[in-house]
């Protein structure tokens, strides 16, 4: 049994033997993720934070460092430091500013000199409480500290719930580009408490559905259908709704890392839209739209790019552009010459030797890496464009 598997005698209502995973009657459902090299939970529901049930089976570790933001902190810090206590000799915090212009060496440099004060060893367990900013930095110092030390992700965006948090990408900015440090750091467990989602901002949370749409048209067309149908649900956060949306995304997610934990393949479809949304975050100056804006809006524009190459028929686009408006998510990317397009995807860090790869879908459910000749892809930029520079508010 691998160390961190967890102790039946101590939490047995988050174990499961077998499908169906989800219970119905706690809200709650546990997620595997196996790697090469790693295997671990995802555990899913509500009220799991503050349980010192949830925290079972770790490795154990002297020191409990938690990492976290000033904005997080208050409203759920306590919580999670009393319900880790009795695993420790002792818990620390250390908090970074909020934001994404702080994902860089400075905080980095925060985390590590509280480690080293503090005298943390190779054992200390590092808990990253807080959005994919505080998630991303978090593994990284995890990635690093003395070569590496265990971290656990208690994600806290809905993104971070449904994506950043799981399967091992960490990395800092660099003021040259975004996510260009980083490490693969798998967590040793992912805790999604639902009931953290109540007070995030509602553009956060549509920026979250975004990464939740994306599973649908590139892996399972039934999922698709499921959100266009529980999308009120989801916007209203109903907990039903929320659970089986950060279930399945993370099941599809832990599929496609477990397939392709380095990005030589597979993994790249989770990049639906993101090769549009990235050059959209980079042209307006990151921060101006959302992460998550801009992915929805790249979700419109290779949907139309699928169609115009003959992959998908054209109703697809339709679909996709509904679905996305009615998250309150941006369907209209910003104007900007071709010139200044093309050139930001081909510096796009998934572009190969300049080359611009798009994901496609070729089938509601599946998708396709490809590349694509220019005046195709400029072309449905085009039939999506908003008049004026910069484009408009975002939803
Ligand atoms: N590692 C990966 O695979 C991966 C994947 C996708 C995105 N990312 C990274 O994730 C980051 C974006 O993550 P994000 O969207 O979570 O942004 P974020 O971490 O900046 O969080 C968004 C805002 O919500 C606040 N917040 C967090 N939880 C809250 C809560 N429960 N209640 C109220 N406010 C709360 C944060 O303090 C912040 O102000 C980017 O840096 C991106 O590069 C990483
Ligand atoms: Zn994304």
Same mark, same amino acid.
């Not at 909020?98 to 509280?114: N, V």
């Given at each position: ?11 047995? &209502? ?28 995802? %555990? ?23 990492? &976290?933001?000033?904005? !997080?902190?208050?409203?759920?810090? /306590?919580?999670?430091?009393? =319900? ?52 991303? @930095? ?44 980083? =490490?693969?750091?798998?967590? !040793? ?13 509602? %553009?956060?949370?549509?920026?979250? $559905? ?7 048209? @590139? ?46 393949? $597979? ?20 921060? %101006?739209?959302?992460?998550? *804006? ?14 115009? $190459?003959?992959?998908? /028929?054209?109703?697809?686009?339709? %679909? ?35 080359? @611009? ?17 220019? *005046? ?20």
């Amino acid at each position: 049994m691998a160390p961190h598997a967890p102790a039946a005698a101590e939490d047995p &209502s988050l174990l499961t033997a077998g499908p169906p995973p989800h219970d119905g009657s706690t809200g709650r459902c546990v997620v595997e993720v196996t790697t090469p090299a790693s295997r671990y939970e995802i %555990r899913i529901g509500r009220g799991l934070l503050a349980e010192p049930g949830s925290w079972a089976g770790l490795p154990a570790a002297a020191d409990g460092v938690i990492v &976290s933001n000033t904005t !997080v902190w208050p409203i759920h810090g /306590p919580a999670l430091c009393a =319900a880790i206590a009795p695993r420790h000799r002792q818990v620390t915090h250390v908090l970074l500013a909020d934001g994404e212009e702080h994902k860089d060496w400075s905080s980095l440099q925060t985390i590590y000199d509280h480690l080293l004060r503090t005298g943390c060893d190779r054992k200390t367990l590092l808990y990253a409480l807080g959005g994919g900013v505080v998630g991303d @930095i978090t593994g990284f110092a995890a990635a690093t500290y003395m070569r590496g030390v265990p971290f656990v992700q208690v994600p806290t965006t809905l993104l971070a719930q449904v994506d950043s948090s799981v399967g091992g990408k960490t990395a800092i900015n660099h003021p040259l580009g975004k996510n260009m440090i980083g =490490a693969f750091h798998q967590p !040793v467990r992912v805790l999604c408490d639902l009931d953290t989602l109540s007070t995030l901002p509602a %553009r956060e949370f549509a920026a979250g $559905l975004a990464e939740i749409i994306k599973y649908g048209p @590139i892996h399972d067309e039934g999922f698709l259908g499921w959100i266009e149908a529980n999308l009120d649900a989801l916007l209203a956060r109903e907990p039903a709704a929320l659970a089986r949306a950060v279930q399945r995304s993370c099941e599809i997610k832990a599929e496609v890392v477990g397939a392709d934990e380095r990005e030589s393949g $597979l993994r790249a479809i989770l990049n639906f839209g993101h090769t549009f949304g990235h050059a959209i975050e980079a042209a307006l100056g990151y921060g %101006r739209w959302l992460h998550g *804006e801009a992915v929805g809006c790249g979700m419109v524009l290779a949907s139309q790019l699928s169609a115009d $190459l003959g992959l998908v /028929p054209g109703g697809f686009v339709e %679909r996709m552009r509904r679905l996305v408006q009615r998250a309150g998510l941006p369907t209209a990317a910003p104007a900007f010459p071709s010139e200044r397009w093309l050139e930001l995807m081909r510096h796009d860090k998934k572009a190969e030797a300049g080359e @611009i790869r798009f994901v496609l879908v070729d089938r509601p459910g599946h998708a396709v890496v490809r590349a694509a000749p220019d *005046e195709r892809v400029l072309a449905a930029i085009r039939r999506h464009s908003a008049t004026g520079p910069g484009g408009p508010p975002p939803a």
